[in-house]
């Protein structure tokens, strides 16, 4: 206890030796703040999407549209034991999460909660799945759901999501109860980007640092929180990345062959566990291999300026697929593969992120694949 109070003793101390600095350094930083928040043009400062690129990619008349979007799904997430985090609730006109954490398939409504049971398919898969930079009613569950009216169809898809994070989450809501008549798994793109082995989720070095530090895990959550408040430190963050990422080659990511072989049997197994589950349950698997941007046409019909493509990890994925293509899969696994799927029109409206068009044209694929092994 006296040890304690000889510190705040000194730290007292330190404030008034030095308040008169630290009151014109709060005035100036509360400036700065005002500054930024007035004079400083947060998307075009970190590459992203001012109005004319979203008005190039999705059409002039869909700006205001699509800025929705991108500010309402921009909310985060929140953790959740075993797969570490999921898509935060939230109750926008165009991106809406239930408080079951799964996405909305029409707009402007938050009334959609986990179904299970016959009639029901539940559709699992990274943020192309859950449809980040599409409206609720775009996205491919969405798409599905329109293609088949007879059965409730469940976006299970959560940005950085791969085909592990898919296999826990399976598992945990069956070990809770919940059976579906039908599970998809649209899996590829994330498994070559998150390709360290042993694995780790999107939010696994965030939750190892809060371990690791010494200050409390309340006052890293408080300060995280006010500089996510700040357009300044939102600025200077921006601009940083920016500068780095153009500093950085994507052949400087590009992973070894002898690794990628450990990537692609990881993927292999979680197809393999999730149809044996499936099978154990009663329920009907389909293991999906989705088209990524660096294999087949990618990005020649894309209207996403060339200056915003950083594709990173995301090379490994292009070279995967060629390992895939050549050798197969080592057990008789069984999948749709839609590596090759493309459409005449733009596929992606960012660098990994698939149009309202192939959302429609992967979720006819899938639907296809679904009569059919229904009906066998």
């Not at 990422?245 to 049997?265: A, G």
């Not at 590596?339 to 149009?355: G, K, N, P, Q």
Request: net charge positive; with cysteine.
């Amino acid at each position: 206890m006296k040890h304690l109070k000889r510190i705040m003793r000194n730290v007292m101390s330190w404030i008034k030796s030095y308040y008169a600095t630290i009151i014109v350094s709060v005035i100036l930083l509360a400036l700065l703040e005002i500054f930024a928040r007035n004079f400083l043009d947060l998307g075009s400062n970190n590459g992203a999407y001012t109005d004319d690129v979203i008005g190039q990619i999705y059409g002039r008349d869909k700006i205001a549209d699509y800025q929705i979007v991108l500010s309402e799904q921009s909310m985060g997430w929140e953790y959740h034991p075993l797969v570490e985090y999921k898509e935060s609730p939230r109750a926008g006109s165009f991106v809406t999460v239930s408080s079951d954490n799964i996405r909305c398939n029409q707009n402007e409504t938050d009334s959609c909660q986990i179904q299970h049971g016959k009639g029901t398919i539940w559709v699992f898969g990274g943020s192309t799945v859950f449809g980040y930079g599409v409206k609720n009613n775009e996205t491919i569950p969405a798409h599905l759901s329109k293609l088949l009216p007879n059965y409730q169809v469940i976006n299970m898809g959560h940005s950085s999501y791969y085909s592990t994070l898919e296999r826990i989450l399976f598992n945990e809501k069956i070990s809770e109860g919940m059976v579906p008549e039908i599970a998809v798994f649209i899996d590829g793109l994330n498994d070559f980007y998150y390709n360290k082995i042993p694995s780790e989720s999107g939010a696994s070095k965030g939750i190892s640092e809060r371990f690791e530090s010494t200050l409390s895990v309340s006052t890293i959550s408080y300060m995280k929180s006010l500089a996510k408040k700040s357009h300044l430190v939102k600025w200077l963050y921006g601009k940083v990345k920016r500068d780095w990422n153009r500093s950085q080659k994507d052949d400087s990511f590009l992973k070894p062959s002898e690794h990628l072989q450990r990537v692609i049997s990881r993927l292999e197994f979680n197809f393999t566990a999730r149809q044996v589950i499936g099978k154990l349950n009663g329920i009907k698997v389909l293991n999906v291999l989705q088209p990524v941007p660096g294999y087949g046409i990618g990005h020649k019909t894309s209207k996403v300026p060339d200056h915003l493509l950083r594709f990173g990890e995301h090379v490994n994925s292009a070279k995967g697929y060629q390992i895939i293509k050549k050798q197969g899969f080592k057990s008789e696994v069984e999948y749709l593969d839609l590596s090759d799927l493309a459409i005449d029109t733009a596929m992606f409206i960012d660098t990994v992120h698939y149009s309202p068009e192939f959302n429609q044209k992967i979720a006819s694929e899938i639907s296809n694949e679904i009569a059919r092994i229904v009906l066998k």
